[in-house]
């Protein structure tokens, strides 16, 4: 599986709310982010190839 990375800037409040919830749950500020990116509804495509007009 290939790995792409985000970072993020944020408050300290936020982050230490994120690290608070994670050991709580007992999983990674990763993991927990990765779930909620996953319940994200499916977008179709902005780019269609449909939309490619020549002159």
Known sequence: MKTEYIR???TLKRF???KLLAESKEQSMTR???DWIDSLPEIK???SS???VTD
């Open 32 to 34: 927990l982010i990765e």
């Open 8 to 10: 993020i800037r944020t």
């Open 45 to 47: 495509s902005v780019h």
């Open 50 to 52: 449909s939309t490619n």
């Open 16 to 18: 230490n709310k994120l």
